[in-house]
Nanobody, 115 residues
Framework: QVQLVESGGGLVQPGGSLRLSCAASGFAFSRYAMRWYRQAPWKEREWVSEIWTSGTTYYADSVKGRFTISRDNAKNTVYLQMNSLKPEDTAVYYC?????????WGQGTQVTVSS
């Protein structure tokens, strides 16, 4: 079955960096676009970034220029490098894939930006 396992979250000071990873299994990873979403307390889940099979990337305006998404098809892993973090980036970050069989999510990883 499809599994997405996020890691790399934690507590970081404003201006700091983190790299999130999402290890995928149970589907042909290289054939699908991969996405990152986040959900802050008392807010709806929002799209953050995506990377297509071609390597084309897209970002929400709120993270453009600070976050970089990438993928390693040999490792079935997608990454989110987050730099210049701000308190408003605090959220649970989720990995997502949409396949013909359905829409799948990981369990999420907590990112807290605070001094």
């Amino acid at each position: 079955q499809v599994q997405l396992v996020e890691s790399g979250g934690g507590l970081v000071q404003p201006g700091g960096s983190l790299r999130l990873s999402c290890a995928a299994s149970g589907f042909a990873f290289s054939r699908y676009a991969m996405r990152w979403y986040r959900q802050a307390p008392w807010k709806e889940r929002e799209w953050v970034s995506e990377i297509w099979t071609s390597g084309t990337t897209y970002y929400a305006d709120s993270v453009k220029g600070r976050f970089t998404i990438s993928r390693d098809n040999a490792k079935n892993t997608v990454y989110l490098q987050m730099n210049s973090l701000k308190p408003e980036d605090t959220a649970v970050y989720y990995c997502n894939v949409q396949t013909q069989r359905g829409d799948y999510w990981g369990q999420g990883t907590q990112v807290t930006v605070s001094s």
